[in-house]
């Protein structure tokens, strides 16, 4: 009687694997980088360095410049806007005045292109680099120049810095922005009147000398004006002239100016 023979067993065909996926996204080259626990000290100093210091620099200046071009993008497409004065973005205020935050202009866009080139001198170059861009500041000392997009970053980082310095816990700190507006030109400072005293009977010396001297502190304290000590006019010589002249910083009131 032949024996029996046992089949062969069947074994399941192998999955065919999928590849991997690959992300679009490329690494900073310093990010590859490892900090070797093993070799000279100086190596493993240079790798902490790269890491620490050189990385976070590196991406914070990327930060920064795409804000400015961001910026200066709306800049240029809402010039000569009346709804946000050509910021792009309109910046909320309380009524104590200060910064609560900010929205995108409602309004349509004055230009629908504008040129890589302005938008690249405009971020970089002049006063208006940094024109509707965020800072925020903290009553320790920490403060942030205007670089972020808009309140909601600022406030993101203004946390940040309240977590690793002060527990998460709020201090008061505050954020400001920086505004296309322009700062109205003060108006010329017209020429202070002076009438010429003929016959005064005193020398020049002792005409001068009719000027009071008081401290200028004392004067403020006072409520008069620094500069003529309360009186509204000045004594002065010119050219072999006594002349009588209303004072140019009060305009002959004698009170000390608002500002003061």
Not at 113 to 126: D, E, I, M, T, Y
Not at 184 to 189: K, L, T, V, Y
């Amino acid at each position: 009687m032949p024996a029996k023979r046992t089949p062969a067993r069947r074994t399941a065909p192998a999955r065919r694997r999928k590849p991997a996926t690959r992300t679009t996204a490329r690494k900073h080259p310093a990010r590859r980088v490892k900090i070797p626990r093993k070799g000279p000290i100086h190596a493993r100093a240079a790798s902490w360095l790269v890491l620490r210091v050189v990385v976070p620099m590196v991406d914070t200046r990327s930060d920064v410049v795409r804000s400015r071009k961001d910026a200066a993008i709306l800049r240029a497409t809402h010039q000569g806007c009346p709804t946000c004065k050509g910021n792009g973005q309109i910046f909320t205020k309380g009524k104590d005045g200060s910064f609560t935050g900010s929205k995108p202009c409602p309004a349509k866009p004055t230009k629908q292109k504008v040129s890589k080139l302005a938008v690249w001198k405009s971020s970089r170059f002049g006063a208006d680099k940094n024109t509707g861009l965020v800072g925020c500041s903290c009553p320790c000392g920490w403060k942030q120049k205007p670089r972020y997009r808009d309140a909601k970053e600022a406030t993101k980082a203004l946390r940040a810095h309240e977590k690793t310095k002060h527990g998460g816990k709020s201090v008061g700190g505050t954020w400001y922005a920086q505004t296309a507006a322009a700062a109205a030109a003060p108006a010329p400072q017209q020429a202070t009147p002076s009438k010429v005293v003929a016959n005064s009977g005193k020398t020049d010396a002792q005409w001068v000398k009719q000027n009071k001297g008081m401290p200028v502190a004392k004067a403020i304290a006072a409520g008069k004006c620094w500069k003529c000590s309360g009186d509204g006019k000045l004594h002065a010589v010119f050219g072999n002239e006594q002349l009588l002249v209303v004072c140019p910083e009060c305009r002959g009131k004698g009170a000390a100016p608002k500002a003061a």
